[in-house]
């Protein structure tokens, strides 16, 4: 089994990010150990398409709260022009805080931070935070860290990318998914990083469409993920997500990620 990097998951708002993250964490568990990491502050199903609790702390409530964070980040503005705040040293996946990370398994589950009330203010500091927190985070052989981010490209802005070593684009039956990818891969480029692109929620009459659409763009597709009507069930509930019958192709996304 070939060892994946830190994998950005990203995409347009109801392409299907979490549940390509919550599938390939399944998909991963059996050959070894899945953190997922959820950094979009406004996703609040993740946990339970998991199956995971999430942990009794946000990072950003482990490192002292959002107030904290911010006076941190400001200070960093004023002083060098820059978001790039230090709050990490090095650190691997056996010595994460059970405070921030809640394990099932050989999965964990960890939330950046979310926005809880009216008012707040940006999520600058929560991009500042995931920033510096992939960057000093090293992944050992059988590790695998999925980082699911918020909808559409800010977290390129942010600087996210840099602790990653791929990003992958969900792209669902679309045209602003497809220029959303043509973006993200871009910027993907721009920060040396390796891109693909999955597609999400196809049928018979999609795909062949949105193949056509990305090859014009050059974008190689690495997986395929057609659209079930009993995963879509399940998500409604609220429940676990399952789809044995894409474990053949999640095997052949996780290869074609890591070659």
Not at 56 to 73: A, C, E, H
Not at 88 to 96: A, E, H, I, P, R
Not at 241 to 253: F, P, Q, V
């Amino acid at each position: 089994m070939l060892n994946l990097p830190k994998i950005i998951i990203s995409g347009r708002g109801g392409s299907g990010k979490s549940t390509l993250v919550t599938l390939l964490a399944q998909q991963l568990k059996k050959h070894g150990k899945v953190l997922i990491v959820d950094s979009d502050e406004s996703n609040l199903g993740l946990g339970g398409m998991l199956g995971i609790e999430p942990a009794s702390k946000t990072l950003m409530d482990y490192l002292g709260g959002k107030p904290l964070v911010m006076d941190k980040l400001m200070s960093m503005i004023r002083e060098k022009n820059s978001e790039q705040v230090e709050f990490f040293t090095d650190s691997d996946l056996d010595s994460l805080s059970s405070e921030f990370v809640h394990w099932n398994g050989s999965g964990g589950l960890m939330q950046i931070g979310k926005i809880e009330h009216t008012m707040e203010g940006c999520a600058c500091p929560m991009g500042a935070i995931a920033h510096d927190f992939l960057k000093h985070l090293m992944v050992g052989e059988g590790e695998w860290v999925l980082i699911d981010t918020e909808a559409g490209v800010e977290h390129f802005g942010r600087g996210i990318v840099e602790g990653a070593d791929a990003v992958l684009v969900v792209v669902d039956p679309s045209n602003d998914a497809v220029l959303l990818a043509e973006k993200a891969a871009k910027l993907t480029e721009e920060a040396g990083k390796d891109f693909g692109v999955v597609l999400n929620k196809v049928d018979e009459k999609t795909q062949p469409v949105l193949e056509e659409m990305l090859e014009a763009k050059d974008l190689e597709i690495k997986g395929v993920l057609t659209y079930s009507p009993d995963l879509a069930q399940t998500n409604l509930r609220g429940e676990p997500l399952e789809l044995t019958s894409a474990n053949d192709e999640l095997d052949k996304l996780i290869t074609r990620i890591a070659s």
